[in-house]
């Protein structure tokens, strides 16, 4: 089997091919910019609609007591149209994690296998697939006890810190999502963003103001083209 040839506009930047995540983040945002056309067929009132037709286990009795919130694409449904995600994700600090997956053992889950991230993937009796992580961050502690809510009431991490933690993923779909939330955003949560980004990945303030020139491009109304 011959060996993928590495493009060139990636092997400017790596020439292995083996981009960081801020550089292949920083990557697909210049392709975006430079194709980003207003609109994208969705309507302002679909875009503006939070709903929670998915429906995913009520973890609020179980952890009852322990600071926690929603994170991954479950999470977005409260800032942004929801979309279909495979599990739910959901963010503990680090000291209560043992506490946390004893309290879901209780509860009927059972351990499936350790994550690449600190954490575990559990499984209810349903076939539910909850992924616990652990985080340790100097944020973490203030933003788990002050969380927003979807729809259901869930708690889920604020938008600043969501964001945060989408920025320094590495799949392509969580850069989609923190610029759809970020368009959605009103210029209050944004500056609360920008200032949490100022804060602690300073580096990616320039990547954050793209993904929010590109979610509000998204909503722009499309000109007019005779046919």
């Keep these: 089997m011959s060996e993928t040839r590495v493009p060139s506009a990636i092997a400017k930047i790596a020439p292995d091919g083996n981009l960081t995540p801020r550089q292949a983040r920083h990557l697909l945002i210049e392709m975006s910019v430079r194709k980003q056309k207003p609109g994208t067929g969705s309507s302002l009132e679909f875009l503006r609609k939070r709903t929670a037709m998915n429906q995913w286990p009520d973890l609020r009795d179980v952890l009852k007591g322990i600071p926690w919130a929603i994170i991954g694409g479950v999470a977005t449904r409260a800032y942004m149209p929801e979309r279909m995600t495979n599990d739910l994700d959901i963010l503990v600090e680090e000291a209560r994690g043992k506490e946390v997956i004893h309290r879901l053992k209780i509860a009927g889950y059972s351990v499936v296998s350790q994550l690449s991230l600190p954490g575990y993937l559990?499984?209810?009796?349903?076939?539910?697939?909850?992924?616990?992580?652990?985080?340790?961050?100097?944020?973490?502690?203030?933003?788990?006890?002050?969380?927003?809510?979807?729809?259901?009431?869930?708690?889920?991490?604020?938008?600043?810190?969501?964001?945060?933690?989408?920025?320094?993923?590495?799949?392509?779909?969580?850069?989609?999502?923190?610029?759809?939330?970020?368009?959605?955003?009103?210029?209050?949560?944004?500056?609360?963003?920008?200032?949490?980004?100022?804060?602690?990945?300073?580096e990616d303030a320039e990547d954050l103001e793209s993904l929010i020139f590109l979610g509000k491009k998204e909503q722009e109304i499309p000109p007019l083209t005779n046919s």
Aim: charged letters at 20%.
């Design 122 to 202: 559990l499984r209810s009796s349903e076939g539910v697939e909850v992924d616990v992580l652990f985080g340790n961050t100097p944020w973490l502690s203030a933003a788990l006890r002050n969380p927003r809510h979807d729809p259901v009431g869930y708690p889920v991490l604020d938008l600043p810190y969501l964001v945060l933690m989408k920025l320094n993923a590495m799949r392509t779909q969580d850069w989609a999502d923190a610029a759809r939330m970020l368009g959605l955003a009103s210029e209050v949560d944004l500056d609360r963003v920008r200032g949490v980004v100022a804060h602690y990945s300073p």
